[in-house]
């Protein structure tokens, strides 16, 4: 039996081209690139070249791109590290509830470790935030707002310029998680007004363990660790060069949208969510057409959650509920508890997050599993979906 990888939001294939990049670097002999001799020059050279390659990306200085072991770390730095930095303005940050867990749990750290004063953001429905409940918000002692670009479990995707246009009059510094959006939309500086942005490689073809934050030039940060003198003294640790240039290398190839493609992944989301809606007793979460093109995110009434999961697992179907990061277990959503979802709806809920290698061909049979899957569980449990309102089914975009 065929297998389909629909879980691209968790992590993405590594491209034969960034594995291809990588390998010489990983075979040969490289040195510490803090080193002097000819090997440890080879590696800072190495890690320069993807320096200014990914500046050249993000229309950046080199000097802003500060590199990481991933997206939690940059989310980390930020967050962390620009409320320390500049706590002598202030003690109060802003942010949503239905942030990644790198974020929220950063943010939960400083209000109740450093006594900062957190304002937690509302979401409506569909998943967004209201720009005037954020704009008043903002205190004289505000010094940081950290909104992601668009949700890691429902695909939604934040009013960035709006919120940048605040936060920019207002003289907030504006971080955004935009670890979901690589690849998937244009990340734009300069329009979004960012003061600092978080990215990792491996959400789009890159190599895990390599990530960056992007900091404005003049911006202070304080270090989460102690150590070397790294990163122009911003995060101490001997730089992963192999994983560097795989970082650069995905951002290549993999770092501007496609137009075609992006709208070829709408239009099979959506094609699933039609496929799927015969069988009744089903909702979509998050908003319909403001969303991430790869992500769709339904629940299924009378189902348990886990049982869900492995059912699909063993129909030959890689999905998630949501966040990849809750290890061990499989938590209620954060986010949808946050948009309103009843309990009864998010016990059992599947992100469908699609990439490159899914094709359109490949729909029918996809559905026919999942709906094969949900069918035999329900029935197991004597659960009937004609009994509920036909309300309770959200509609889908024309």
Not at 223 to 245: D, F, S
């Amino acid at each position: 039996m065929s297998r389909f990888y629909l879980d691209n939001n968790a992590t993405t294939s590594l491209d034969p081209r960034v594995a291809a990049a990588m390998q010489p670097l990983e075979e040969g002999v490289l040195g510490n690139p803090s080193s002097l001799h000819v090997e440890g020059r080879r590696a800072r050279g190495v890690i320069d070249a993807a320096r200014d390659e990914l500046a050249a990306w993000l229309k950046a200085k080199p000097s802003e791109i500060i590199f990481t072991s991933g997206g939690t770390e940059s989310c980390n730095l930020a967050v962390q590290g620009l409320a320390c930095a500049h706590s002598g303005r202030g003690r109060h940050l802003i942010t949503a509830k239905t942030e990644h867990h790198a974020v929220l749990n950063a943010f939960r750290a400083l209000e109740q470790q450093k006594n900062f004063d957190v304002t937690w953001l509302d979401v409506d429905a569909d998943g967004l935030i209201d720009p005037g409940e954020l704009e008043s918000s903002i205190r004289d002692d505000t010094i940081l707002v950290s909104i992601m670009s668009a949700n890691n479990e429902t695909g939604v995707r934040q009013p960035m310029r709006e919120i940048g246009e605040i936060c920019s009059r207002r003289r907030v510094l504006f971080h955004a998680d935009a670890i979901q959006s690589a690849g998937r939309e244009l990340i734009d500086l300069a329009a979004w007004q960012v003061g600092a942005l978080s990215l990792t490689a491996h959400k789009f073809h890159g190599p895990l363990g390599a990530g960056l934050l992007w900091l404005k030039a003049g911006i202070p940060v304080a270090r989460l660790m102690e150590g070397g003198l790294h990163e122009n003294e911003r995060r101490p640790g001997t730089e992963n060069a192999p994983a560097i240039a795989g970082l650069a290398v995905a951002a290549r190839f993999f770092g501007r949208p496609d137009s075609a493609e992006m709208e070829r992944q709408f239009r099979w989301t959506e094609n699933l969510w039609h496929e799927l809606a015969s069988l009744g007793g089903i909702r979509r979460n998050g908003h319909p057409a403001q969303r991430l093109p790869n992500t769709l995110n339904v629940s299924f009434l009378g189902l348990h959650g886990e049982d869900l999961l492995i059912g699909l697992d063993l129909a030959g179907l890689a999905v998630s509920s949501g966040s990849a990061c809750l290890v061990g277990s499989i938590q209620r959503s954060h986010v949808l508890a946050a948009m309103g979802v009843p309990d009864e709806w998010s016990a059992a809920t599947v992100r469908f997050s699609i990439g490159v290698h899914i094709r359109d061909e490949d729909l029918s049979e996809i559905a026919r599993r999942v709906r094969q899957v949900v069918t035999h569980q329900r029935s197991l449990r004597g659960w009937k979906p004609e009994a509920q309102p036909e309300a309770l089914v959200c509609p889908t975009v024309s």
